[in-house]
């Protein structure tokens, strides 16, 4: 039996249904084509992310720009209101588009799936809802053939939440073997509403209902559209509302998934990547706070504390007409008592499983399901450590560690409607593409990181021999900016870039519309490393570049334990050393943090053809390259630039045979069915505390480590968007 769709909102009916039925009737050839029907193979791998265009648009309207592709599906996959009109709205004539027929499969049935209403919002935090895209997502996986899985997503896409449907499928894309080259589109252009001001809306459906593609121009989003400078926060907005920023959070989450089928969650040192990526949002934030004269952020310890730090989205859910609740200033918490998502805990719960997880770190060992006790050490604990904290699907007891990280998220999210009594949804930190929005994520993610640099102070400090590199020798490390005077002056300015979020408008005219957003950008820079191998051979190292602050928010210099909890990744690559001096050479769009600005501002029009194109796609995950550097100070902030050659053979990691075509970002997202590949801990070697004596970042240094001092200068100029490669 197939389960009904969800019912519709009543209302939207009737102008809906005349709006599908004129466009299904109207002639198809308007634009002097000859009527004819291309059938479409159905093999074809890019019609499944045209099925996560225009989530709200029944199946049988147009997909793709201009209006293309048509899909026809059998009578039974429709909404019901729409079953009996199925000859009219899926018969009429399609001159010059490609129609594709959908064979009928069945579909295991959707269980919970079906439970969440077309117009709330989805969360992965929230278990009800968890179970909801664990069930898609294992159909998703067990459809045997693309072909079945292709029209399961069809069926699907017409009885499920569009947030829930977008994740399930984009979760399945990344991970079913036959999808591996099936780009998985940018969420930002399904769902520019969780990323965009809400007033862009009506002047974006202005546009494009009163102008051509050819005669549209970008809605330009300003720079401050969520608050002023009256509020101090509001200075590092630019940083927690960058589209590249949320994008990259959310991408990460499609590859670790901390719920689902086994062979989703269960990948090589997730629980440690969930430690490292977040540690690393953490620093960057921090040093993007003392470029704007901001002190470290503040971890929230106590939970019963007002949070002082106000948040309004001013992001709306076009399609239900809600907006996202704000959170006022001074706001607490309070006992969760959503019946409504089944969802009953207290914060009592929450503390009760801190003291349980600080007791394990404290005492160095965890106890699992069965009762047997698991030390956390040096090679497993953090990873571990990472799986209970957060929590995932994989911790090793969640009876006894509970849920704390997702908990907090959901705490703070239903903090100014607790009970229900407002009826009111889930605020932006309820969700993984909007929490970063808040200032709160990074209050909650440092109290999470504090959990996580307990654990590091029990472990054995690396001592000298660990760190070096025996005959290999950094004699100098810099960084030249592109057109720069000076050497280890780095810098950064405003751009602009477009974004088509047409995919993501429903019931729109088709063709392209774009806005036009601001965000940080750094002139292009290269590193230059001397480096001498008197070893006796040829050496192979590794490359691993940091930058972090020299000074703190008094002005300061930071001690080396602070300092150290500071450096953001900048890159990091695998080295030939032939003996005597090598001189490498690296750009900063080589880095393996980032992913290039296509990535986050692409058009899946622009793929290229062939192979290439098949590396485009699935490079989603990683940091922006726009964000690569911190904003710096208009008088220049003073960093350190650390850069250390490890011994490869130690950091080898023996693969899986089978190549990765993208490598793209790894850094942070690790490699999509490999190891992540470097063997020492993630951090290395700013990870652990430093060993006895050393007090500066000078002291640290082996004779394979080199520091410049560098500033990072911001020009408070804006260029214009540069065209995409
Ligand atoms: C990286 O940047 C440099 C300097 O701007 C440029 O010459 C080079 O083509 C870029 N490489 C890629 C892969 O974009
Ligand atoms: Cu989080």
Redesign the pocket.
């Known amino acids: 039996m197939l389960p009904p769709p969800r019912p519709l909102l009543a209302p939207l009916l009737a102008p809906l249904l005349a709006l599908l039925l004129a466009a299904a009737l109207a002639p198809r050839h308007a634009r002097g084509q000859a009527p004819e029907i291309r059938r479409v193979d159905i093999g074809s791998r890019h019609l499944l992310s045209l099925l996560l265009e225009r989530l709200n648009e029944p199946i049988f309207m147009p997909k793709g720009d201009y209006d293309t592709i048509y899909f026809r599906v059998p009578a039974k996959y429709l909404h019901p209101r729409f079953q009996p009109l199925t000859e009219e709205l899926q018969g009429a004539s399609t001159g010059g588009a490609a129609v594709v027929n959908l064979p009928e499969v069945a579909v295991p049935e959707l269980g919970p799936a079906v439970e969440l209403s077309r117009f709330e919002h989805f969360s992965l935090f929230i278990p009800r809802h968890r179970r909801m895209a664990k069930r898609l997502v294992e159909i998703f996986l067990g459809m045997p053939r693309y072909e079945d899985f292709l029209s399961a997503s069809a069926f699907c896409r017409e009885r499920i939440n569009p947030y829930l449907f977008a994740y399930a499928t984009s979760v399945a894309i990344l991970h079913r073997p036959d999808t591996r080259n099936v780009p998985v589109p940018n969420a930002a252009c399904l769902f520019p509403q969780k990323y965009l001001d809400g007033s862009v809306f009506p002047r974006i459906r202005m546009e494009a209902n009163v102008l051509g593609p050819g005669q549209r121009e970008p809605i330009v989003i300003p720079r401050d559209w969520t608050a002023t400078d009256l509020e101090p926060e509001h200075r590092v907005a630019y940083f927690r509302e960058d589209i590249g920023i949320n994008l990259a959070h959310w991408h990460w989450h499609l590859v670790y998934p901390f719920d689902g089928p086994r062979v989703v969650v269960d990948k090589d040192r997730r629980g440690e990547l969930f430690y490292y990526f977040h540690e690393q949002i953490i620093a960057r934030f921090n040093f993007e706070r003392l470029s704007n004269h901001l002190g470290r952020v503040k971890r929230f310890l106590n939970w019963r504390e007002p949070i002082p730090e106000a948040y309004f989205p001013k992001l709306n859910n076009v399609l239900a007409s809600r907006v996202w609740p704000p959170r006022q200033a001074d706001a607490r918490l309070q006992d969760v008592q959503r019946e409504d998502q089944a969802l009953v805990f207290d914060i009592l719960d929450l503390e009760r499983w801190r003291d349980r997880i600080m007791d394990a770190v404290h005492s160095r060992r965890v106890v699992a399901d069965s009762g047997e006790t698991v030390a956390l050490d040096e090679v497993r604990g953090i990873d571990i450590l990472g799986n209970i904290l957060e929590s995932s699907a994989i911790s090793i007891n969640r009876n006894l560690y509970g849920d704390l990280h997702n908990f907090g998220h959901v705490a703070i999210a239903f903090s100014h409607d607790p009970d229900n009594r407002h009826l009111e949804p889930f605020a932006v930190m309820g969700d993984s593409t909007t929490a970063m929005r808040d200032p709160v994520f990074y209050r909650w993610h440092s109290f999470v990181q504090s959990v996580f640099d307990e654990h590091k102070a029990t472990l054995p400090r690396y001592t000298v021999d660990q760190l070096s590199f025996s005959g290999v020798q950094v004699l100098r490390a810099e960084v030249q900016t592109?057109g720069g005077t000076r050497p280890n002056e780095l810098r950064t300015h405003w751009q602009q870039s477009d974004i088509d979020i047409s995919r993501g408008l429903d019931f729109a005219p088709r063709g392209p519309v774009f806005v036009r957003v601001t965000h940080l950008q750094h002139v292009?820079f290269?590193h230059r490393i001397q480096v001498r191998n008197t070893a006796g051979g040829v050496r192979e190292g590794t490359v691993r570049i940091f930058l972090a602050p020299l000074m703190d928010e008094r002005r300061l210099p930071l001690s080396f334990r602070d300092q150290r909890q500071l450096f953001i990744e900048l890159d990091k690559f695998r080295v030939r050393l032939d003996p005597g001096v090598s001189n490498i050479v690296r750009?900063?769009?080589?880095s393996s943090v980032t992913i290039?600005p296509e990535r986050t501002f692409r058009n899946l029009d622009q793929r290229p053809p062939g192979p290439a194109g098949a590396r485009f796609d699935y490079c989603g995950c990683g940091w922006p390259q726009h964000m690569l550097l911190p904003k710096g100070t208009t008088e220049g902030l003073r960093a350190a630039l650390f850069v250390m050659v490890s011994d490869y053979s130690a950091d080898r990691v023996e693969q899986p045979a089978r190549p990765n075509a993208c490598s793209d970002g790894h850094s942070y997202c690790g490699l999509l069915g490999q190891r992540y590949p470097d063997r020492r801990a993630m951090g290395f070697p700013m990870d652990r505390m430093p060993r006895p004596g050393v007090n500066t970042l000078q002291d640290f240094l082996t004779p394979n480590m080199a520091v410049a001092e560098v500033v990072v200068r911001h020009e408070d100029r804006t260029t214009p968007p540069q065209p995409m490669?």
Request: proline share 33%; hydrophobic share 35%; aromatic share 12%.
């Open positions: 592109v292009p290269v750009w900063h769009n080589q290039p490669p």
